[in-house]
Protein backbone atom coordinates (compact mmCIF):
# COMPACT_ATOMS: atom_id res chain seq x y z
CA UNK A 1 0.00 0.00 0.00
CA UNK A 2 1.20 3.25 -0.84
CA UNK A 3 1.37 5.66 1.72
CA UNK A 4 3.14 9.48 2.05
CA UNK A 5 3.37 10.84 5.32
CA UNK A 6 4.12 14.43 5.47
CA UNK A 7 5.35 16.28 8.70
CA UNK A 8 7.28 19.23 9.82
CA UNK A 9 4.16 21.62 9.29
CA UNK A 10 4.21 24.80 12.36
CA UNK A 11 2.98 27.94 13.16
CA UNK A 12 5.95 30.64 11.85
CA UNK A 13 6.53 34.26 11.73
CA UNK A 14 7.09 35.74 8.78
CA UNK A 15 10.64 35.90 7.22
CA UNK A 16 11.76 32.80 9.01
CA UNK A 17 12.05 29.36 7.65
CA UNK A 18 10.91 25.81 7.61
CA UNK A 19 11.53 22.37 6.38
CA UNK A 20 8.91 19.92 5.58
CA UNK A 21 9.67 16.33 5.23
CA UNK A 22 7.72 13.36 3.50
CA UNK A 23 8.33 9.67 4.17
CA UNK A 24 7.30 7.45 1.51
CA UNK A 25 6.79 3.46 1.34
CA UNK A 26 4.70 1.20 -0.18
CA UNK A 27 6.65 1.76 -3.75
CA UNK A 28 9.90 2.01 -5.23
CA UNK A 29 10.65 5.96 -4.09
CA UNK A 30 13.46 6.53 -6.23
CA UNK A 31 11.48 5.05 -9.99
CA UNK A 32 9.21 8.61 -9.50
CA UNK A 33 9.30 12.33 -9.96
CA UNK A 34 7.82 14.13 -6.50
CA UNK A 35 5.87 16.96 -6.11
CA UNK A 36 4.88 19.33 -3.43
CA UNK A 37 1.14 21.33 -3.56
CA UNK A 38 -0.33 23.12 -1.28
CA UNK A 39 -4.04 24.29 -0.94
CA UNK A 40 -4.60 27.91 1.43
CA UNK A 41 -7.23 27.26 3.60
CA UNK A 42 -10.80 27.50 1.76
CA UNK A 43 -8.43 28.37 -1.52
CA UNK A 44 -7.34 25.72 -4.38
CA UNK A 45 -4.79 23.41 -5.25
CA UNK A 46 -1.79 25.53 -6.10
CA UNK A 47 1.25 23.16 -7.77
CA UNK A 48 4.60 24.58 -5.78
CA UNK A 49 7.40 22.33 -7.12
CA UNK A 50 8.31 19.16 -8.58
CA UNK A 51 11.77 16.80 -8.86
CA UNK A 52 13.36 14.04 -11.00
CA UNK A 53 13.90 10.77 -9.66
CA UNK A 54 17.65 11.44 -9.47
CA UNK A 55 17.16 15.51 -8.37
CA UNK A 56 18.52 16.00 -11.82
CA UNK A 57 15.33 18.13 -12.37
CA UNK A 58 13.80 20.27 -10.80
CA UNK A 59 10.86 23.10 -11.25
CA UNK A 60 8.79 25.26 -8.82
CA UNK A 61 6.03 27.77 -9.08
CA UNK A 62 7.14 31.18 -9.76
CA UNK A 63 5.44 32.12 -6.45
CA UNK A 64 8.15 30.31 -4.81
CA UNK A 65 11.22 30.49 -6.95
CA UNK A 66 14.05 31.63 -4.86
CA UNK A 67 12.21 31.03 -1.57
CA UNK A 68 11.87 27.11 -1.63
CA UNK A 69 13.85 24.14 -2.39
CA UNK A 70 12.65 20.88 -3.02
CA UNK A 71 15.07 17.76 -2.93
CA UNK A 72 14.65 13.84 -1.68
CA UNK A 73 16.81 11.57 -0.15
CA UNK A 74 16.49 8.14 -1.95
CA UNK A 75 18.30 5.87 0.49
CA UNK A 76 15.78 7.13 2.89
CA UNK A 77 12.72 6.90 0.54
CA UNK A 78 12.18 10.92 1.42
CA UNK A 79 11.36 14.01 -0.21
CA UNK A 80 11.79 17.28 1.41
CA UNK A 81 10.76 21.52 1.15
CA UNK A 82 13.58 24.04 2.64
CA UNK A 83 11.32 27.03 2.57
CA UNK A 84 13.03 30.01 3.58
CA UNK A 85 11.66 34.01 3.51
CA UNK A 86 8.04 32.66 4.52
CA UNK A 87 5.31 35.62 3.72
CA UNK A 88 1.94 35.38 5.20
CA UNK A 89 0.24 34.01 1.68
CA UNK A 90 2.37 30.84 2.31
CA UNK A 91 0.26 29.43 4.85
CA UNK A 92 -1.12 26.14 3.52
CA UNK A 93 -1.60 22.50 3.52
CA UNK A 94 0.92 21.17 1.63
CA UNK A 95 0.42 18.09 -0.01
CA UNK A 96 3.33 15.68 -0.71
CA UNK A 97 2.21 14.19 -4.13
CA UNK A 98 3.75 11.14 -6.49
CA UNK A 99 3.48 11.39 -9.60
CA UNK A 100 3.15 9.11 -13.16
CA UNK A 101 4.06 10.34 -16.56
CA UNK A 102 2.03 9.36 -19.47
CA UNK A 103 1.82 10.70 -22.92
CA UNK A 104 2.70 13.82 -22.26
CA UNK A 105 1.56 15.30 -18.64
CA UNK A 106 2.29 14.31 -15.12
CA UNK A 107 -0.95 13.22 -13.02
CA UNK A 108 -1.29 12.80 -9.12
CA UNK A 109 -2.02 9.20 -8.27
CA UNK A 110 -1.24 9.29 -4.51
CA UNK A 111 -1.24 11.80 -1.96
CA UNK A 112 -0.30 12.24 1.32
CA UNK A 113 -2.85 14.30 3.99
CA UNK A 114 -0.86 16.97 3.95
CA UNK A 115 0.73 19.10 6.50
CA UNK A 116 -0.06 23.10 8.00
CA UNK A 117 1.98 25.53 7.05
CA UNK A 118 1.01 28.87 9.31
CA UNK A 119 2.66 32.27 8.70
CA UNK A 120 1.58 34.75 11.10
CA UNK A 121 3.03 37.12 13.60
CA UNK B 1 1.40 30.97 -18.85
CA UNK B 2 -1.21 28.26 -18.84
CA UNK B 3 -4.67 28.39 -16.47
CA UNK B 4 -7.57 26.36 -16.51
CA UNK B 5 -10.92 27.88 -16.01
CA UNK B 6 -13.44 25.90 -14.01
CA UNK B 7 -17.09 27.38 -13.14
CA UNK B 8 -17.12 27.89 -9.11
CA UNK B 9 -20.05 25.90 -8.63
CA UNK B 10 -22.22 23.39 -9.90
CA UNK B 11 -25.70 22.24 -8.38
CA UNK B 12 -27.80 18.68 -9.37
CA UNK B 13 -30.53 16.55 -7.96
CA UNK B 14 -29.65 12.91 -7.04
CA UNK B 15 -30.16 10.58 -9.73
CA UNK B 16 -29.89 13.44 -12.32
CA UNK B 17 -26.47 13.89 -14.23
CA UNK B 18 -23.59 16.55 -13.90
CA UNK B 19 -21.40 18.22 -16.09
CA UNK B 20 -18.00 19.91 -15.32
CA UNK B 21 -15.92 21.47 -17.57
CA UNK B 22 -12.04 22.89 -17.45
CA UNK B 23 -11.14 25.38 -20.26
CA UNK B 24 -7.37 26.14 -21.29
CA UNK B 25 -4.72 26.26 -23.98
CA UNK B 26 -2.86 23.54 -22.28
CA UNK B 27 -5.81 20.96 -23.14
CA UNK B 28 -4.61 21.58 -26.64
CA UNK B 29 -1.23 19.78 -26.44
CA UNK B 30 -1.24 18.01 -23.34
CA UNK B 31 -3.88 15.29 -21.46
CA UNK B 32 -5.66 16.98 -19.05
CA UNK B 33 -6.79 15.04 -15.60
CA UNK B 34 -9.48 15.14 -12.69
CA UNK B 35 -9.65 15.12 -9.07
CA UNK B 36 -12.39 14.86 -6.33
CA UNK B 37 -11.74 16.29 -2.82
CA UNK B 38 -14.16 15.77 -0.40
CA UNK B 39 -14.18 17.98 3.08
CA UNK B 40 -10.85 17.83 4.91
CA UNK B 41 -9.75 15.04 3.08
CA UNK B 42 -6.86 14.85 0.37
CA UNK B 43 -7.43 15.11 -3.29
CA UNK B 44 -8.14 10.90 -5.41
CA UNK B 45 -7.17 11.17 -8.96
CA UNK B 46 -10.74 10.33 -10.35
CA UNK B 47 -9.86 10.52 -14.51
CA UNK B 48 -6.24 10.31 -15.54
CA UNK B 49 -5.55 11.16 -19.33
CA UNK B 50 -8.76 13.19 -20.47
CA UNK B 51 -10.65 9.95 -20.06
CA UNK B 52 -9.45 7.03 -17.89
CA UNK B 53 -10.77 5.75 -15.02
CA UNK B 54 -8.44 4.52 -12.53
CA UNK B 55 -8.43 1.01 -10.54
CA UNK B 56 -11.72 2.04 -7.98
CA UNK B 57 -12.95 4.92 -9.07
CA UNK B 58 -17.38 4.25 -10.14
CA UNK B 59 -18.18 3.67 -13.39
CA UNK B 60 -20.55 6.27 -13.14
CA UNK B 61 -17.31 9.25 -13.63
CA UNK B 62 -16.00 9.38 -17.10
CA UNK B 63 -14.33 12.07 -18.74
CA UNK B 64 -13.41 13.54 -21.80
CA UNK B 65 -11.82 16.23 -24.25
CA UNK B 66 -12.09 17.99 -27.45
CA UNK B 67 -9.85 20.90 -28.20
CA UNK B 68 -8.99 23.33 -24.89
CA UNK B 69 -12.14 22.19 -23.22
CA UNK B 70 -12.33 19.09 -21.24
CA UNK B 71 -15.53 17.64 -19.40
CA UNK B 72 -16.08 15.39 -16.14
CA UNK B 73 -19.19 13.41 -16.38
CA UNK B 74 -20.80 12.23 -13.30
CA UNK B 75 -24.18 9.87 -14.36
CA UNK B 76 -26.61 9.45 -11.82
CA UNK B 77 -25.23 11.59 -9.10
CA UNK B 78 -25.20 10.49 -5.82
CA UNK B 79 -25.25 11.91 -2.53
CA UNK B 80 -21.49 11.25 -1.54
CA UNK B 81 -20.52 12.87 -5.03
CA UNK B 82 -21.06 16.22 -3.52
CA UNK B 83 -17.09 17.57 -3.22
CA UNK B 84 -14.68 19.73 -4.63
CA UNK B 85 -13.26 18.70 -8.17
CA UNK B 86 -10.28 19.80 -9.75
CA UNK B 87 -8.80 19.31 -13.14
CA UNK B 88 -5.69 20.10 -14.01
CA UNK B 89 -2.46 19.42 -16.80
CA UNK B 90 0.97 20.56 -17.39
CA UNK B 91 2.35 23.59 -16.88
CA UNK B 92 3.69 26.09 -18.92
CA UNK B 93 7.17 26.12 -16.96
CA UNK B 94 9.40 22.75 -17.12
CA UNK B 95 8.74 19.40 -17.85
CA UNK B 96 7.32 18.90 -14.72
CA UNK B 97 5.41 22.10 -14.43
CA UNK B 98 1.81 21.89 -13.35
CA UNK B 99 -1.39 23.82 -13.60
CA UNK B 100 -4.53 22.82 -11.60
CA UNK B 101 -8.00 24.82 -12.40
CA UNK B 102 -9.70 26.56 -9.84
CA UNK B 103 -11.97 23.86 -8.50
CA UNK B 104 -15.59 22.77 -9.24
CA UNK B 105 -18.34 22.86 -5.71
CA UNK B 106 -20.41 19.60 -6.88
CA UNK B 107 -23.81 20.63 -4.97
CA UNK B 108 -25.89 17.56 -4.56
CA UNK B 109 -29.55 18.74 -3.92
Known amino acids: EVQLVESGGALVQPGRSLRLSCAASGFTFHDYTMHWVRQAPGKGLEWVSG????????DQADSVKGRFTISRDNAKNALYLQMNSLRPEDTALYYC??????????????WGQGTLVTVSS | SYELTQVPSVSVSPGQTASITCSGDALAKHYGHWYQQKPGQAPVLLIK???ERPSGIPERFSGSSSGTIMTLTISGVQAEDEADYYCQSAGSGGIYSVVFGGGTKLTVL
Open chain 1, 97 to 110: AKSYYRGNSYYFDY
Open chain 2, 49 to 51: QDN
Open chain 1, 51 to 58: ISWNSGSI
